[in-house]
């Protein structure tokens, strides 16, 4: 899941109202591709799909995983737990950094080493901080 990924540096309250959208649609598409993100920024439809595939939400040809998009948005509840066992892989690195402690620069460190441009940096950690804000806890307890 995270080979190639690169973490989100758009708002997350677009992501949440993405599904809130999809979910308020009824029935699933088969495809989701470029015309159902032509309503955002030019430099957010792209990655949200990016980051839908990233996630198992949807294959490389845009074709709907109907199970793992079902659970997304067919609630708060379910598209928390989906979200928060995804969170865990996919910022297990950055996770750890807040679990351990490290200053915020550390963290901004661990994003600026995705390859970004030094704006996009903020809005990747804020992505961040929301997803963790939203989710509660993502870090299991150690017995």
């Known amino acids: 899941m995270s080979q190639g990924w690169t973490p989100p540096s758009f708002s997350y309250r677009t992501f949440a109202a993405f599904f809130e959208d999809l979910a308020g649609r009824g029935a699933l598409p088969a495809r989701l591709d470029l015309s159902a993100v032509a309503g955002y920024p ?4 792209p990655q949200l799909l990016d980051l839908l595939e990233r996630m198992g939400l949807l294959d490389a040809d845009g074709t709907v995983a109907p199970g793992p998009m079902r659970a997304v948005v067919s609630g708060r ?3 928390r737990d989906f979200l928060r066992a995804w969170a865990r892989e996919a910022y297990a690195e950055q996770l750890r950094l807040v ?3 490290a200053p915020e620069e550390e963290l901004h460190a661990s994003f600026a080493a995705f390859g970004y441009r030094s704006h996009k940096v903020p ?3 804020r ?3 929301e997803l963790r804000a939203d989710l509660g806890p993502l ?3 150690r017995p």
Do not use: I, L, M
């Open 42 to 45: 030019p430099s957010v439809g």
């Open 77 to 79: 509840t379910k598209r």
């Open 99 to 101: 679990e351990a402690g």
């Open 123 to 125: 809005r990747a950690v």
């Open 127 to 129: 992505f961040f901080h």
């Open 139 to 141: 870090t299991r307890v």
